[in-house]
């Protein structure tokens, strides 16, 4: 048994070392673990302490940084692509909802005006599958943005063109 708790102790320990020089991440980061996201409040020898956006606290081994994958959006800058997708029915006018995601994005404070799109990236034979990508300056605004205009773009659609939401059809009518 102690020889189990030594060598975990070890790992941790080695882990830590290892994390520390390979520059993977950094108190501060912005980080991804099993769809979590949160920023690195304190990164030890033996774990690494995340804050989750919604004010918990992970606590990670070091170990778990160099066995498993995790995405760090904030290691070359803080800026962050935000991406939300939306179904809709094959009907829609793209380019009417493309000007209403410019409206909402535009209009948004939590844009860093820096980039943007609406693409349409899929499709089943019963919907569409729409894209928007719009950057923000961090990942707590890039979440906030991101719901943003989720809820707008269903909004729009509810009020304005109900017919462009999913159905199910159960015969063609031309």
């Not at 209009?107 to 729409?130: F, G």
């Not at 109900?162 to 159960?170: D, E, G, K, M, Y």
Request: proline share 4%; with cysteine.
């Amino acid at each position: 048994m102690i020889g189990l708790s030594a060598r975990t102790a070890l790992g941790n320990a080695f882990a830590g070392v290892q994390v520390a020089f390979a520059d993977g991440l950094h108190v501060g980061d912005v980080l991804v673990v099993d769809g979590e996201w949160g920023r690195v409040e304190e990164v030890k020898l033996t774990n690494v302490v995340i804050r989750l956006w919604d004010e918990r606290m992970l606590i990670l081994p070091t170990t778990y940084f160099t066995e498993r994958p995790f995405q760090n959006w904030t290691r070359n800058e803080s800026r962050v692509i935000g991406k939300v997708q939306i179904h809709v029915d094959h009907t829609a006018d793209l380019n009417d909802l493309r000007r209403e995601a410019r409206r909402l994005v535009e209009s948004s404070p939590l844009w860093d005006r820096d980039q943007w799109v609406l693409q349409m990236v899929d499709s089943t034979p019963q919907t569409v599958v729409l894209q928007v990508q719009a950057s923000a300056a961090d990942g707590a605004s890039a979440w906030d943005l991101r719901c943003d205009l989720r809820e707008g773009l269903i909004c729009y659609l509810r009020d304005h063109h109900p017919q462009w939401l999913p159905r199910t059809r159960s015969q063609y009518q031309p």
